[in-house]
């Protein structure tokens, strides 16, 4: 059974920084995108980021344009664990951020969601 | 404003078939498969469609997907009340590379 497990949220100050981290177990780690998808509380889905590591050991990424710059997208493929360091969270960033598996190989679903993880940006 | 259109909500009464619309352009959904998901109250989506029309094992044949042109639809027969949830479309946006969902469309089984 595929499981992720988020951890890492919490309040923070604007301006602040945290890393979410997200234990990944049930399938090959290694062999899919993983993605951060986050969801403002009352409002819709936001695509974060996502990465790969291909066989050359060359890390793709890709974020959204609200937090590139801020956020990156890290994960480690021995300890099957997902990373998201946010950096000058704005309280705009308040959401659950969810950790989210790609299933599909030349087309992008998300086919696993985690149960999701609070963060709060509030002075 | 999401780069997918959905209709914010639709209803139907138990038993009835209702249908939701997303609607995008030629760099998203016209040129990408779409993606379903269903958010219960109070839990994380979960895959609905994929691949336009493909179901996940899991998923009664209730729920279908199609997919003509620039725009998608979800259908949904013999709806039950615990079909009540926010239904989204997702695809690849190709022209910013990154993965876009519509607003969301709240059903209720009245």
């Known amino acids: 059974e595929v499981q992720l497990v988020e951890s890492g949220g919490g309040l923070v100050q604007p301006g602040g920084s945290l890393r979410l981290s997200c234990e990944a177990s049930?399938?090959?780690?290694?062999?899919?995108?993983m993605h951060w998808v986050r969801q403002r509380p009352g409002k819709g889905l936001m695509w974060v980021s996502r990465?790969?590591?291909?066989?050359?050991?060359?890390?793709?990424?890709t974020y959204a344009d609200s937090v590139k710059g801020r956020f990156t997208i890290s994960r480690d493929n021995a300890r099957d664990t997902l990373y998201l360091q946010m950096n000058r969270l704005a309280v705009e960033d308040t959401a659950v951020y969810y950790c989210?598996?790609?299933?599909?190989?030349?087309?992008?679903?998300?086919?696993?969601w985690g149960q999701g993880i609070l963060v709060t940006v509030s002075s | 404003q999401s780069v997918l259109t959905q209709p914010p909500s639709v209803s139907a009464a138990p038993g009835q078939k209702v249908t939701i619309s997303c609607s995008g352009g030629?760099?998203?959904?016209?040129?990408?498969?779409v993606s379903w998901y269903q958010q219960l109250p109070g839990t994380a989506p979960k895959l609905l469609i994929y691949?336009?029309?493909q179901r996940p094992s899991e998923i009664p044949d209730r729920f279908s997907g199609s997919k003509s042109g620039t725009s998608a639809t979800l259908g949904i027969t013999g709806l039950q009340t615990g079909d009540e949830a926010d239904y989204y479309c997702?695809?690849?946006?190709?022209?910013?590379?990154?993965?876009?969902f519509g607003g969301g469309t709240k059903l209720t089984v009245l």
């Open positions: 989210v598996r790609d299933g599909g190989s030349t087309e992008t679903f998300l086919d696993n």
């Open positions: 049930g399938f090959t780690f290694r062999s899919y995108w």
């Open positions: 990465i790969y590591i291909d066989g050359a050991k060359t890390t793709h990424t």
């Open positions: 030629s760099s998203n959904i016209g040129g990408n498969s």
């Open positions: 691949d336009n029309d």
């Open positions: 997702g695809t690849w946006e190709s022209s910013l590379s990154a993965v876009v």
